[in-house]
């Protein structure tokens, strides 16, 4: 396990490093006018230097002393399993039945899989984080978010 930590380190380093080519070959502007490739400079380069040091404290820690790694099993790949096939569908989704329901739904999905708390408390927790991003994005911001179909929207 500790040997797919170093390969998705790397992965990850590697595509943020193409990220940042392409946002610098498309413009990055300044910071008081920022260019189409200005958002993507700096997450990359975030990306890059957190993948640099989970890499570097992946390289630095020491092997358990038994030296028995974790195999992959289908316990340690559900979740993020579940979490790639709800983000499929939520893509998918989002278009059809708008932004309150698709993001309620994919954030209960995620709540429930990493939390063993009851479903309705989950519910509840997803819908108030949904709609006070909605509120912030949407009503303060002003930034269009998809109704959907349905037009669900307040």
Excluded: H
């Excluded at 910071?31 to 992946?58: N, Q, R, Y």
């Excluded at 316990?75 to 998918?92: A, E, G, N, V």
């Excluded at 999905?109 to 949904?130: E, G, N, P």
């Amino acid at each position: 396990m500790e040997g797919l930590k170093k390969i998705s380190s790397l992965l990850l380093m590697g595509f943020s490093g193409l990220i940042f080519v392409s946002s610098v070959s498309i413009g990055t502007g300044t910071l008081e006018a920022p260019g189409p490739g200005f958002i993507g400079c700096l997450a990359s380069a975030v990306v890059f230097f957190l993948s640099l040091i989970t890499l570097i404290k992946d390289f630095r820690t020491q092997t358990k002393a038994d030296g028995a790694t974790p195999s992959l099993t289908w316990l340690s790949l559900q979740k993020p399993l579940i979490l790639s096939i709800s983000l499929c569908c939520y893509t998918f989704f989002l278009g059809i039945i708008g932004y309150l329901v698709s993001t309620t739904l994919l954030t209960f999905i995620m709540l429930y899989a990493y939390y063993s708390k009851r479903w309705y408390s989950q519910m509840i927790i997803a819908a108030l984080i949904v709609n006070v991003t909605y509120l912030v994005f949407d009503k303060w911001l002003g930034v269009q978010l998809p109704p959907g179909s349905l037009k669900l929207a307040w």
